[in-house]
T-cell receptor, first 116, second 116 residues
Framework: AQSVAQPEDQVNVAEGNPLTVKCTYS??????LFWYVQYPNRGLQFLLK??????LVKGSYGFEAEFNKSQTSFHLKKPSALVSDSALYFC??????????????FGAGTRLAVHP | SAVISQKPSRDICQRGTSLTIQCQVD?????MFWYRQQPGQSLTLIAT?????????ESGFVIDKFPISRPNLTFSTLTVSNMSPEDSSIYLC?????????????FGPGTRLTVL
C-alpha cells in the first residue's frame, strides 16, 4: 500500500537549536515528495518538494529536506529553529493509482513546538 | 501561484442541516480537489472535481453526502448534507500548480465546520 508515515506526533526543540521532523514513505515508482506547514487557523502552505535531482532540497523559511532513497525517507530540517516555526507539519507523497491518476497522500502530521 | 478563497471561513450548524462551501480560484484550473481534516487528524481526499464531468469520489465518500458542483474553471462548491457531529472538520479545496511544475498543489484557507 502506498503511504506516508510521520512517526512523531510532536517535536520539541529550543529556539536556536537544529530541528528535524521525520517522514518515511512507501510508493510505487519514483516518489514525488512534499512538505507543507499549517499555522493555526490557516490553510496549508507549501514548503518544499523533491521531484528529481539533488537529494538535498531547500525551501521556504530556511527549511530543507533530504531525500534518502535507500531509507525511503524525506526528513525536514532547519539549522536553527525559531519560535515562529511552531506549527503543524505534513509530509506528502504523490502516488499513482489505478486508472493513471495520481493524488497526494498525507502523513498524520507532526506538531513542532519551539520554545524560547 | 494561485490565490484560493473559501466561503464561509467557519460555521456552526445544527444536526440534520446542510452547508455549501464555496471555493474560488483566481485562475482557470482543470482539476480541483476537496479535502477533509478532522480534528487532530491529517488531510483526507474527499473527491476530485473536473469541470464538465461528475466528481470522482474516494473510498468512503459518496455523492449523496458530499455533492460537488463545478460550473466553470474557477469555481466549485462542496455541500455537506444531513450533517452530524462527526462531520465537524476543516474542509479545504486545493488546485494543482501548472507552472513551473505540475506536481504541487495550492490549498485554500479552509472552512472550519462545527456541527452541534
Amino acid at each position: 500500500a502506498q503511504s506516508v508515515a510521520q512517526p512523531e506526533d510532536q517535536v520539541n526543540v529550543a529556539e536556536g537549536n537544529p530541528l528535524t521532523v521525520k517522514c518515511t514513505y512507501s510508493v510505487s515508482g519514483n516518489p514525488y515528495l512534499f512538505w507543507y506547514v499549517q499555522y493555526p487557523n490557516r490553510g496549508l502552505q507549501f514548503l518544499l518538494k523533491y521531484i528529481t535531482g539533488d537529494n538535498l532540497v531547500k525551501g521556504s523559511y530556511g527549511f530543507e529536506a533530504e531525500f534518502n532513497k535507500s531509507q525511503t525517507s524525506f526528513h525536514l530540517k532547519k539549522p536553527s529553529a525559531l519560535v515562529s516555526d511552531s506549527a503543524l507539519y505534513f509530509c506528502a507523497v504523490r502516488a499513482l493509482f489505478t486508472g493513471g491518476y495520481n493524488k497526494l497522500i498525507f502523513g498524520a502530521g507532526t506538531r513542532l513546538a519551539v520554545h524560547p | 501561484s494561485a490565490v484560493i478563497s473559501q466561503k464561509p471561513s467557519r460555521d456552526i450548524c445544527q444536526r440534520g442541516t446542510s452547508l455549501t462551501i464555496q471555493c474560488q480560484v483566481d485562475s482557470q484550473v482543470t482539476m480541483m480537489f476537496w479535502y477533509r481534516q478532522q480534528p487532530g487528524q491529517s488531510l483526507t481526499l474527499i473527491a476530485t472535481a473536473n469541470q464538465g464531468s461528475e466528481a470522482t469520489y474516494e473510498s468512503g465518500f459518496v455523492i449523496d453526502k458530499f455533492p460537488i458542483s463545478r460550473p466553470n474553471l474557477t469555481f466549485s462548491t462542496l455541500t455537506v448534507s444531513n450533517m452530524s457531529p462527526e462531520d465537524s472538520s476543516i474542509y479545504l479545496c486545493s488546485v494543482p500548480v501548472l507552472l513551473p511544475s505540475p506536481n504541487e498543489q495550492f490549498f485554500g484557507p479552509g472552512t472550519r465546520l462545527t456541527v452541534l
